[in-house]
């Protein structure tokens, strides 16, 4: 990619849209368009760090509903661009899929199935979709490599979203065998980092522990000004920070924070906060900014330096840290990190998923490129960027 192409980014109000639009600005793009649905992306996360030095650089955000064909169509009849980056998604956790199965089957399908139509019709040669870990089966052997893809059955609580995904990199494989495009697809592992989503029901668990363990630790402190400010932030359940002591703490209760006694007691209280499964699973997690810069490296790539690592009828790359932990190691760290010291109580009755997800990244490896950002690392500063969304929010 040139400095001046055109680049269209998918999905630009979500975590991984944003960092991809980071990474862009960040590696000298100049000519960058992203599309958001909902809600405009805040501009402070569509920014690199050091965006006091990136100069002469166009950004254009376009409200666009993907899952209306026409909508799609005249949008990419209208920018033409060189390049697209496909990251916008329906995505959350466990319960959200569990709840929503309709929703993230059908959004998926058709936001994928509109874009990716759309480029060839408009003659763009070069496209990345993203996808997802969760397209392999839930017994595959690990590290998962490529080649499991379609060899067992899906994971139950999320097969809706995994099918929308595989049908991504089917699209794009079938486009380049019969038109000679050029579109790759690349599955990464569990994502996490900034504009990543808290919502307690519809988010995923590295999230959805910060911001247990934040709170938890707020309670254990007494510091209602905090508990307050993040509910005026992110309201749970339409309770806001306006609601009562009592209110709020039943609210938390729903969502497995608790008190065994009074609210009152201070440190050492007796403080619950209760983690889906049994967390014994294992997952990797990737930050999002590294998905970025993995994501720009990819295209990057020559077709023949492509195609030699990759089969036309199997042709996604995994992306991910190489190295996975067990989500109770996951919740151990993060109560680290935020400073809770109260109890953690596993949740068997609670589904845990599939057992593990290591990705084999050895593709990629060979490909040239490997994460750099360590989890701990990586944890420190989403829990950073977290307080600073509360603060900015509330």
């Known amino acids: 990619m040139k400095p001046d192409s055109k680049i269209f980014v998918a999905g630009a109000s979500g975590m991984v849209g944003s960092a991809i639009i980071r990474a862009l600005l960040k590696n000298g793009h100049k000519n960058v368009i992203g599309s958001y649905y909902s809600c405009k992306p805040d501009v402070s996360l569509l920014l ?37 980056f496909f990251s916008a998604a329906k ?27 759309a480029a060839h019709l408009s003659g763009v040669q070069k496209l990345l979709f993203l996808g997802s870990s969760c397209i392999y089966p ?39 065998r019969q038109y000679r495009r050029d579109y790759r697809s690349i599955m990464p592992t569990n994502l996490y980092g900034p504009g990543d989503n ?35 932030s992110r309201p749970i359940n339409c309770v806001d920070h306006k609601a009562s002591d009592k209110v709020i703490l039943n609210t938390l209760a729903d969502h497995g924070i608790f008190f065994h006694a009074s609210p009152k007691t201070t440190y050492p209280s007796p403080l619950t906060i209760k983690v889906w499964g049994t967390g014994a699973v294992r997952r990797e997690f990737l930050h999002v900014n590294d998905l970025a810069e993995g994501c720009i490296y990819i295209m990057n790539l020559t077709e023949n330096e492509f195609l030699q690592n990759t089969d036309p009828m199997n042709s996604h790359i995994n992306i991910g840290a190489g190295q996975d932990l067990s989500i109770r190691e996951l ?16 949740d068997s009755n609670m589904p845990d998923g599939t057992p593990r997800k290591l990705l084999d990244v050895s593709k990629i490896t060979h490909m040239g490129w490997k994460a750099s950002i360590s989890l701990s690392q990586g944890l420190r500063q989403t829990y950073s960027c977290f307080l600073n969304s509360i603060q900015k929010n509330s």
């Open 48 to 84: 690199p760090d050091n965006h006091d030095l990136v100069s002469d650089y166009k950004l254009l955000l376009l409200k666009k509903d993907l899952t209306v064909q026409q909508e799609v169509c005249e949008l990419m009849d209208k920018i033409r661009p060189d390049y697209i």
């Open 91 to 117: 995505v959350g956790g466990i319960l959200a899929n569990n709840s929503f199965p309709a929703e993230f089957i059908y959004q998926n399908i058709m936001m994928e199935s509109n874009t990716i139509h």
């Open 138 to 176: 839930k017994l595959a052997g690990q590290p998962i490599k490529e080649e499991y893809l379609l060899n067992g059955v899906l994971e139950p609580t999320n097969e809706p979203y995994a099918i929308a995904k595989i049908a991504g990199i089917k699209l794009c494989e079938s486009y380049n």
């Open 198 to 232: 808290y919502d307690l029901i519809t988010s995923h668990v590295i999230p959805a522990l910060i911001r247990k363990f934040h709170l938890g630790k707020c309670l254990e402190q007494g510091d209602w000004e905090a508990v307050r400010a993040d509910f005026s």
């Open 331 to 346: 919740a151990e760290e993060i109560a680290e990190i935020t400073a809770y010291k109260g109890k953690i109580e596993f």
